[in-house]
């Protein structure tokens, strides 16, 4: 009889445990202040092809660079219910592996090799409304819109600072399995605005670049330890393209190019 009751009672705990679960924790989730340790991994790849020029990978910068994330988001009953707005900021900086060649060298790809530093600095804002699915999952769309800039510093002593505006509509789908642990994924589509690259160089001072296609995806972890406070890690995947330039007065252009990038985060967050 006491065995029955004991497992009568452990039985209890469990669903009430499970029935603790809510869309509750995933609305306390997406209303914080966080601040992560970030570090993305730069894939990089200049192309031939463009203005008659031969095919090929031209160059390439590959390395990781490190730095830090400020987030700010909330969930509130504002316009439709559930309504979900973030802003974020993120800061890299380091140094890449460059290789390629020499202009004009007629050695190719792979015969020069060096350091370049490599400066990123990125920010959005979304707004999206969230649906409750069941009583532990919730599916939010939304639409960002954003700023990416890349400081380019080569081995010569000029750089480039390539740049582009965004906007991206996605999805992101959270479960909460047990009380204050979610878990999150999304996926996004968008288009890259305004494409650009200035320069130092003294034979190529910028030009605009053609925008493309931008896509990405994303999964994050994020743990109340108590209402307030918060711990999350995440990774986020991102690619696009920048089409060559026009050339200029002296023959010069930027080629096209794409760019991977792959970022780590871990980082604590204030819930209100």
Known sequence: MNRQLTFITLASLALCGTAIASTDDIIAANSQI??????????????????????????????????????????????????????????????????????????????????????MNDYSAAYGKGFELTKQLMLTPYVEFGHHKWERGLGDGSSETYSHSFYDVGAMLQYSPIQ???????????????????????????????????????????????????????YEHSEFKYGYSSLNNLGYFEPDSTTKNNTYSIGVGYAF
Do not use: C, P
């Open 34 to 119: 966080g601040v992560q340790g970030i570090s993305t991994k730069l894939d990089y790849t200049e192309n031939g092809g463009s203005h008659g020029t031969q095919g090929g990978v031209l160059d390439t910068e590959n390395g990781r660079v490190n730095g830090f994330a400020l987030s700010a988001s909330v969930m509130q009953d504002v316009f439709f219910g559930n309504d979900y707005f973030q802003l974020k900021y993120s800061h890299n900086s380091g140094n890449t592996d460059y290789v390629g060649s020499y202009i004009g060298s007629g050695q190719g790809y792979g015969s020069v090799r060096a350091s370049s530093s490599a400066t």
């Open 180 to 234: 204050q642990l979610v878990i999150a994924g999304k996926l996004y589509t968008g288009r890259t605005l305004s494409s650009d690259i200035s320069s130092t160089s003294t034979t190529f001072s910028g030009a605009s670049l053609g925008n493309s296609s931008l896509n990405g995806y994303g999964l994050s972890v994020d743990y109340a330890f108590t209402k307030e406070f918060h711990a999350n890690l995440g």
